[in-house]
């Protein structure tokens, strides 16, 4: 069987809500609060869905995403690494593998979410999928992983936003001498423009995003077509046939993979939109949607825009050592001959990721507060409260923000150490997906396909091969996100990724010895009197086994 039997739910979901019947009057007060009868039954089946899972609708549904992750904007700092070790044909080359790598892992994503459209994600996936033995545990690593990825993810989008700005008045303004700590307080400024977002406008959120979308491709074709019709334009063979290895390194094949953790990380956050699936309607088919159909448009987007700032650039070499901290700067400049001009564009892009840090930060909260509501984070108890008026997790939106301005502090010591949360984010991203995936492998391999709990978006027997590939991905991606970009490594190159995601490991760990492994027993179950915990939930013909402990409880119902 491929449906979810939960014999114990009976007494709770007493019919499918599909087939509930409403009179005139429920429709007119339907209509009369702008619900249709259709929307009021998405709704109805999205709690359905979510109930399997022992899980009640507490946030407000309305998001419609398509999670655009701003990838034209190519705004890192980090996009020095690829023009510094591979050159212009190591990033096209490189871009391919990364865009291929990601469709796949954006594939096997939206299989699981179709499954199981949980906020939590991977943690929520590995909970239900794993085998009994070791599913505590790495469940609650997959969150702690999750957790790490995002909160870097939005101190990573921050300090982008803020680098930006200020190098935006580097490149207007000779006379301005920057500061570490001028960075901080634009870190602070965005920060906060987030938070504003998120909470004061958080009813329009739906809205916002759709806004965003639209000045999303308006920013791509404003960028675009001035860059292609105005700029002066290198020959085919410079763009594509040259290679460099300004890193050092003894093999321009070992320099173009140092190089390549630029393409690789410009496909973090695939998986944004499951981190907000109980905010959606019909979450088991828009979310799958949304992940691979995402990561194909943006992927299309910055391929279009790369090679066309790659044929616009002049002196590479400037580029590469721009004082702005971004070459695409100096190339939007020398491409259409002027600062005013090209500081347009960079205004342009500046602006668009200034306004994807409301995005960033909606899933990074939504994301503590699912694991929050699982006992896997000190102080759950406050981070898991919902505001009962707006129905937004305020507390693990604050708790998002403090996380971050504790953070930026690093950023006033060196800038160095603080560019190293990239590399973070794609680390744990890479690690909690690796976990995930092998489980979702495993699984495949040991149960029989008519007992696996598929939803409507399968892969069918491309599943096993499409899996193993994209794990194979993601360990050679992770596995180069801690290299320096250079062979001669000092303070000012070093790669600080390592310390940072190992010290966010052993807290994890800590926490999980000292603490976690008492209180942390997986997904709990919401629909007792008070909350509680069950020891089977039977998912087609096998069990899916979330908690131990109250079996006998169980049995007496």
């Known amino acids: 069987m491929a449906l979810y039997e939960l014999d114990d739910m009976k007494g709770i979901v007493q019919e499918d809500p599909t087939t509930t019947h409403r009179g005139f009057n429920d429709i007119d007060i339907l209509e009369r609060h702008g619900f249709s009868e259709k929307s009021e039954i998405h709704r109805s089946q999205d709690e359905h869905v979510i109930a399997r899972f022992g899980k009640r609708q507490q946030l407000k549904v309305g998001l419609h995403i ?256 721009s004082e702005t901290g971004f070459p695409f700067m100096d190339i939007f400049v020398g491409a259409l001959g002027s600062v005013s001009a090209g500081s347009s564009l960079v205004i342009l892009v500046t602006a668009i990721n200034v306004f994807s840090i409301s995005s960033v930060m909606a899933t990074a909260s939504r994301t503590l507060w699912a694991f929050s509501r699982e006992n896997g984070l000190p102080y759950s108890k406050f981070i898991v409260k919902v505001n009962p008026k707006t129905r937004l997790p305020i507390n693990a939106i604050l708790v998002t923000l403090a996380v971050n301005l504790l953070l930026a502090l690093i950023s006033i010591g060196s800038t160095t150490a603080f560019e190293a949360f990239f590399s973070v984010v794609l680390a744990a991203y890479q690690s909690s997906f690796l976990i995930a995936a092998s489980v979702m492998l495993h699984k495949r391999l040991t149960t029989p396909a008519s007992d696996m709990p598929w939803g409507p978006f399968r892969l069918g027997r491309a599943g096993v091969p499409i899996t193993i590939t994209a794990i194979v991905y993601g360990i050679i991606a992770m596995f180069f996100s801690f290299w320096p970009s250079d062979v001669v490594v000092t303070a000012a190159s070093m790669n600080y990724s390592v310390v940072i995601f190992g010290a966010a490991l052993l807290f994890s760990l800590g926490f999980w010895f000292f603490h976690g492994r008492q209180v942390y027993v997986g997904p709990i179950w919401e629909f007792d009197s008070e909350i509680g915990r069950r020891d089977q939930v039977h998912v087609g013909n096998w069990s899916a086994g979330l908690h131990s402990g109250s079996q006998d409880r169980n049995k007496g119902r």
């Open 66 to 321: 398509l999670n655009a992750n701003f990838l034209y904007a190519t705004a890192h700092r980090s996009s020095i690494y690829s023009l510094s070790n591979g050159g212009p044909a190591g990033l096209i080359i490189g871009f391919i593998a990364a865009w291929f790598g990601a469709m796949l892992q954006a594939l096997v994503m939206a299989e699981l979410a179709s499954m199981i459209p949980l906020s939590g994600g991977p943690f929520n996936w590995v909970a239900i999928l794993s085998p009994t033995w070791c599913r505590k545990f790495l469940s609650y690593m997959a969150g702690w992983l999750t957790i790490i990825a995002w909160q870097a993810f939005v101190a990573a989008v921050n300090f982008t936003c803020a680098s930006l700005i200020q190098g935006l008045i580097i490149l207007t303004r000779p006379d301005y001498d920057p500061q570490l700590w001028h960075a901080t307080l634009l870190f602070y400024a965005v920060a906060l423009f987030g938070l504003f977002v998120n909470t004061y406008l958080g009813r329009i959120l739906p809205q916002i995003e759709a806004l965003m979308l639209i000045l999303f491709v308006m920013g791509f074709f404003g960028v675009l077509i001035p860059l292609a019709y105005l700029a002066p334009h290198k020959s085919a063979e410079e763009v594509f046939t040259v290679f460099q290895n300004f890193g050092g390194w003894s093999s321009m094949g070992l320099s173009f993979f140092v190089g390549w953790f630029t393409s690789v990380s410009s496909f973090v956050g695939s998986d944004g939109a499951d981190h907000v699936a109980e905010e959606i309607q019909q979450a088991t088919k828009v979310i799958p949607f949304s992940i691979w159909f995402s990561t194909f448009f943006n992927g299309a987007l910055a391929f279009a825009m790369m090679i066309t700032v790659l044929f616009s650039i002049g002196d590479l070499e400037k580029a590469t050592n």
